[in-house]
């Protein structure tokens, strides 16, 4: 109760810490060639030996672009608040999918219905960059690699279930927000262990996504925890955001 306090006051009072002073600005270039901006937030205190846990941060759709800032727009202040910084100290890394991007897909999906969202999908070159940008931080001492944390919203939802699909070994826990994905795909990360949210008046991509993803989940013997906002529409990122336990439930999870 404590936590939640602290997140609501921090967030009403609009405390002053700047999520763009605050992430550093970086920018990855693969063996390719290929580039990807993306900001990092490192543990405010590092202590030597000790590892600790990497969040990947997905943004939407509407935070494409190339100054390196969107992609903080939501979401970005919740890892500054003190009591967070100091409770769950962590390496997040939130890249920035270029305007003509749509992270896991080639292009925008016609429809967002599960049954009709991709089945046979290629990964995409962005996807591949930014498989190649963890590897790096994968490969940190500090980091510890029983627990990888993926999330996302709408857009970066649906990147949540691709990157869960293809590299089930790598993360612990993903929480998609407001995705959707074509459910057949969702036996091959039936080991990563899945919290997702979605608004279920949600008119833009609707809930059937992630109401299906949980079905298929729990079928094939998944970790999954479905949670729905009632009248929520599209941003039910806020309420999955600021969700009792949010941060101490991710932060407890590991890698069996």
Same mark, same amino acid.
């Given at each position: 109760?404590?936590? @939640? ?5 921090? *967030?009403? !009072? ?11 600005k970086?920018? /990855? ?8 901006? &993306?900001?990092? !937030?490192?543990? =405010? ?9 990497l969040?990947l ?6 935070e ?6 969107k992609q @903080?727009t ?5 890892? *500054? ?11 997040? *890394?939130?890249?920035?999918?270029? =305007?003509?991007g ?16 991709? !089945? ?9 960059? *930014?498989?190649? @940008? @963890?590897d ?7 980091v ?7 999330m996302g919203?709408s ?8 990157m ?14 407001c ?8 036996k ?19 809930? =059937?996504?992630s ?10 013997g998944?970790?999954? =925890? &479905?949670?729905?906002?009632?009248g929520c529409?599209?941003?039910s990122?806020?309420?999955? /955001?600021?969700?009792p336990? /949010?941060?101490?439930? !991710?932060?407890?999870?590991?890698k069996?």
């Amino acid at each position: 109760m404590k936590q @939640l306090f602290s997140l609501v006051l921090f *967030l009403c !009072l609009g405390i002053s810490i700047s999520a763009q002073d605050t992430f550093q600005k970086e920018m /990855f270039v693969s063996s390719r060639g290929d580039t990807l901006q &993306y900001r990092l !937030l490192r543990p =405010e205190t590092m202590k030597a030996g000790e590892k600790y846990p990497l969040v990947l941060f997905l943004h939407g759709a509407g935070e494409r672009g190339s100054d390196n800032e969107k992609q @903080l727009t939501h979401g970005g202040q919740m890892w *500054l608040n003190p009591v967070n910084r100091e409770k769950y100290p962590a390496f997040v *890394l939130a890249p920035q999918c270029p =305007e003509t991007g749509y992270w896991a897909y080639m292009e925008r999906p016609k429809s967002f219905s599960p049954a009709e969202m991709p !089945l046979d999908v290629p990964v995409s070159p962005i996807f591949l960059t *930014l498989k190649d @940008l @963890l590897d790096t931080y994968l490969e940190m001492p500090q980091v510890d690699k029983s627990r990888i944390y993926i999330m996302g919203l709408s857009m970066g939802g649906m990147g949540t279930f691709d990157m869960a699909i293809r590299y089930p070994e790598v993360f612990a826990v993903a929480m998609p927000i407001c995705g959707s994905v074509n459910p057949a795909r969702l036996k091959a990360a039936k080991d990563v262990k899945f919290r997702i949210f979605h608004g279920d008046a949600d008119d833009v991509v609707t809930p =059937e996504g992630s109401r299906a993803a949980y079905k298929t989940l729990k079928a094939a013997g998944a970790d999954v =925890e &479905y949670i729905e906002f009632p009248g929520c529409n599209h941003g039910s990122w806020t309420p999955a /955001f600021n969700y009792p336990d /949010f941060m101490s439930w !991710l932060f407890s999870q590991k890698k069996k």
